[in-house]
Nanobody, 125 residues
Framework: QVQLVESGGGLVQAGGSLRLSCAAS????????MGWFRQAPGKEREFVAA????????YYADSVKGRFTIARDNAKNTVYLQMNSLKLEDTAVYYC??????????????????WGQGTQVTVSS
């Protein structure tokens, strides 16, 4: 079992930055691939970024590439999402998720069993 708790959301002006954190329970955190997803009002949940367990390989949605950075600290059981150059369209509830397999996080979010409760990010003009 993995429990995930996000934090760090808030209100920020366009062009600003935020860093989200996702704290995980359990002693096998490093063996899990982690991902960030988001859901805007009236839209489907979409993939944002993922990071592999031990290798630290990363993968990003085209919409955030070059602006967002995913990182993890296995000693702290935490994954981060650094968001820079925020745009109005980045407004959403952001969720973290976990799975044993990197490919599942990236391509098969419907199969993910471990999700956080979400944190709201609002970008204003």
């Amino acid at each position: 079992q993995v429990q995930l708790v996000e934090s760090g959301g808030g209100l920020v002006q366009a062009g600003g930055s935020l860093r989200l954190s996702c704290a995980a329970s359990g002693r096998t955190f490093s063996s899990y691939a982690m991902g960030w997803f988001r859901q805007a009002p009236g839209k489907e949940r979409e993939f944002v970024a993922a990071i592999n367990g031990n290798s630290g390989s990363t993968y990003y949605a085209d919409s955030v590439k070059g602006r967002f950075t995913i990182a993890r600290d296995n000693a702290k059981n935490t994954v981060y999402l650094q968001m820079n150059s925020l745009k109005l369209e980045d407004t959403a509830v952001y969720y973290c998720a976990a799975d044993r397999f990197f490919s599942t996080v990236i391509y098969s979010s419907r199969e993910l069993n471990y999700w956080g409760q979400g944190t709201q990010v609002t970008v204003s003009s």
